[in-house]
């Protein structure tokens, strides 16, 4: 698998921000039986891969732009390409204990996602795409799940929580899924769900209430291993709408009609 000199450099970050997060997560699991917790630990560690991701980045192309979760927007004098970073996803995972989290990025060029790369440093897998190059899971190319129905299929979605999302909408759109699938995930990490579907372990995943650094790099992973993206309406307007359904051809459509029926009256 031969790699572009900008997706080596998006790789060797992510791979350079796993790494300090794999070290702090070791003492995240210490800190849980601490009084105080790992709130602040957390942050700190966030922060500090955010900051070792932008440095890498910035390095290799400082004209660039870069929108990272943890920092201010910096507009490049390049106006045609951004980079867009989530130092951490699946923040309250890590914060839990729980392995299932990873380092985001994308690069953007002229308002179209062109490469991506998600690693979860807790399992060794590193996610790649470029546009036209296909996807990879280390050195293994990866396709969207084949299934053709949605009664054969294990669908993933994000889940509204204390404070985020709207609570009743979802549960109307989870009544509708999960009614005709045979199974339900919600991992907790939204760039590695959408790796998820590019890698065919989940059939199919929708969620709300999203930002770009959450869904950049998954998007060009599911669309290079063959897959489907759009808002919950059907439209491409991920980015604008904040939310998404993803899957096969035939999955990704199923799923926006479903998940799109209207209140049922009992
Ligand atoms: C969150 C995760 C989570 C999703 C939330 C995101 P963070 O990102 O992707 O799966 O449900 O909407 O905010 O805060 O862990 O980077
Ligand atoms: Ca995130
Ligand atoms: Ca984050």
Redesign the pocket.
């Given at each position: 698998m031969a790699r572009s000199a900008l997706l080596n450099v998006m790789v060797q970050a992510a791979l350079k921000a796993g790494k300090s997060l794999s070290r702090d997560f070791g003492e995240v699991q210490n800190l849980q039986v601490s009084v105080k917790g790992p709130g602040d630990f957390v942050s700190q560690a966030d922060m500090k891969a955010e900051k070792i991701v932008r440095d890498e980045l910035m390095k290799a192309r400082p004209t660039y732009g870069f929108l990272g979760?943890e920092s201010d927007e910096l507009k490049g004098t390049d106006g045609a390409h951004r980079w867009i970073v989530?130092p951490?996803?699946?923040?309250?995972?890590?914060l839990h204990g729980i392995p299932q989290?990873a380092v985001s990025i994308a690069l953007e060029r002229n308002g179209e996602v062109v490469a991506g790369v998600v690693f979860n440093p807790a399992t060794d897998e590193l996610f790649t795409a470029e546009k036209g190059g296909g996807a990879f899971m280390n050195d293994r190319r990866i396709r969207v799940a084949a299934r053709r129905v949605l009664s054969d299929c294990v669908i993933g979605c994000?889940?509204p929580h204390l404070g985020?999302?709207n609570h009743g909408k979802f549960l109307v759109e989870l009544r509708h899924v999960m009614g005709e699938v045979a199974g339900m995930r919600s991992?907790?990490?939204?760039?590695l769900?959408l790796a998820y579907v590019a890698a065919g372990r989940l059939d199919g995943f929708w969620?709300t209430?999203?930002?770009p650094?959450?869904m950049a790099a998954g998007l060009i992973l599911i669309r290079e291993a063959g897959g489907f993206v759009s808002d919950m309406k059907g439209t491409t307007d991920i980015f604008g709408s904040a939310n998404l359904v993803a899957g096969n051809e035939l999955i990704q459509k199923a799923l926006v009609e479903v998940a799109n029926r209207p209140i049922p009256t009992r």
């Open positions: 979760e989530d951490l996803d699946g923040t309250t995972n890590f989290f994000g889940l985020r999302g991992f907790g990490a939204a760039a769900d969620e209430d999203l930002m650094w959450d």
